[in-house]
């Protein structure tokens, strides 16, 4: 399988900046999807941003143009830039990966592995 080690998160004042990272080990594919995912209470899942291995991104439209996803080091460690940051972006923040065969959509469901969470939260 595959361990996903988050780190990175906390607290913040709107308009303010964090970074979220996420280390991958175990197996490895050549075809995969990374992504970010939060969770508000009483929320479901959803996703906030994904990388494919070829650097294929995508972006909930409530984020695009504030968060970053990027991936370094040989793509076993995994990003999010969070700027200008807004109470609503406030929750669980989870990363996950999963093989992929076609072009990757974040969708919580099609996702196999799942990092531990860490908190954000935005005050106004």
């Known amino acids: 399988g595959v361990t996903l080690v988050e780190s990175g998160g906390g607290s913040v004042q709107a308009g303010g900046s964090l970074t979220r990272s996420c280390e991958a080990s175990g197996n490895t594919y050549s075809r995969y999807c990374m992504g970010w995912f939060r969770q508000a209470p009483g929320n479901d899942r959803e996703g906030v941003a994904g990388?494919?291995?070829?650097?294929?991104?995508k972006y909930a439209d409530s984020v695009k143009g504030r968060f970053t996803i990027s991936q370094r080091n040989a793509k076993n460690t995994l990003y999010l830039q969070m700027n200008s940051l807004k109470p609503e972006d406030t929750g669980m923040y989870y990363c996950?990966?999963?093989?992929?065969?076609?072009?990757?959509?974040?969708?919580?469901?099609?996702?196999?592995?799942w990092g531990q969470g860490t908190q954000v939260t935005v005050s106004s």
């Open positions: 996950a990966a999963r093989p992929r065969v076609w072009a990757c959509s974040v969708v919580a469901d099609s996702f196999r592995y």
């Open positions: 990388i494919q291995d070829d650097g294929t991104t």
